[in-house]
């Protein structure tokens, strides 16, 4: 069983930077790939971020690309995102997520609101 605990949304200005984190429970982590999804009010949920299992491999929605930074600490079972020059757009619900073969596994989520 794989739990996924999102911490380190809140409030940010315009232009200003938030760190979110997931934090993992479970022996697999280490193993999987992760990513960061969001979804603002009235919105699907969409892709952010993505990092390969050894932090080798990351990608990007084009909408973040340049401003956010996606890593892993495969010995803390955590997950970061890196949020500089923040948007009003970027105001959504954080979710991060495991993929584990065909499954997915995802956290509860964490606000980021950005006010100007």
């Known amino acids: 069983q794989v739990e996924l605990v999102e911490s380190g949304g809140g409030l940010g200005q315009v232009g200003g930077l938030l760190r979110p984190s997931c934090a993992a429970s479970?022996?697999?982590?280490?193993?999987?790939?992760m990513g960061w999804f969001r979804q603002a009010p009235g919105k699907e949920r969409e892709f952010v971020a993505g990092i390969s299992w050894n932090g080798s491999n990351t990608k990007y929605a084009d909408s973040v690309k340049g401003r956010f930074t996606i890593s892993r600490d495969n010995g803390e079972n955590t997950v970061y995102l890196q949020m500089n020059s923040l948007k009003p757009e970027d105001t959504a619900v954080y979710y991060c997520?495991?993929?584990?073969?065909?499954?997915?596994?995802w956290g509860q989520g964490t606000q980021v609101t950005v006010s100007s």
């Open positions: 479970g022996r697999h982590f280490s193993y999987n790939n």
């Open positions: 997520k495991l993929e584990n073969g065909p499954y997915a596994y």
